[in-house]
């Protein structure tokens, strides 16, 4: 079932490509998966495809198995520095999900974005993450940089009021999530 939804997921990715995103890959490694989490900004800047945005950081589960890739943020490759993985996404429905960790069936959800803190949304698509600890209950975590308020199609600013859906609970500042 999980390789039939990453088959109909890498369709729907490499059919509606953005224009920038030209080396999208399959990949089989250790990824965070940052669809149920929420951002903090860390007061620094990130360019993306030459546009800056305000730079945010996410705490997000390790998983392992098959993700879809922009490679062209990645250095070419799914391959990862040791301690580093990278940011990925995956059709998985249930994960661990903070503050507690525990496993959750997760669900989309649409908000609508405004200015008021943590009312933003960011993008953790295919951006480097450090991994920082283990659970107590075995849940590997890693802290994840990434743009706020961008698109996910392409490093285009998400102005307050765009819709966004997003896994993450409601209440989590600056879900990661992606423009409708």
Known sequence: MLKRLMVAAGILLLTATPLYAKNLAVCNVPFALCAASGTTPTGNKIVVNGTTF???MSVCPVLTGQSVADLDLMNGS??????????????????????TWKTVKVQPRVFTTTT???GGMSNMWSFPCKLTRVT???VVLAECLGPMNESP???VPIPAGTQVITQAPVGAPNPVGGNI
């Open 136 to 138: 107590s209950t075995g």
């Open 54 to 56: 305000d730079e945010g």
């Open 153 to 155: 199609d392409g490093a």
């Open 78 to 99: 799914c391959d990862s520095q040791p301690g580093w993985v990278w940011s990925l996404f995956s059709p998985v429905t249930s994960l661990p999900v903070a503050p």
């Open 116 to 118: 008021a803190p943590g």
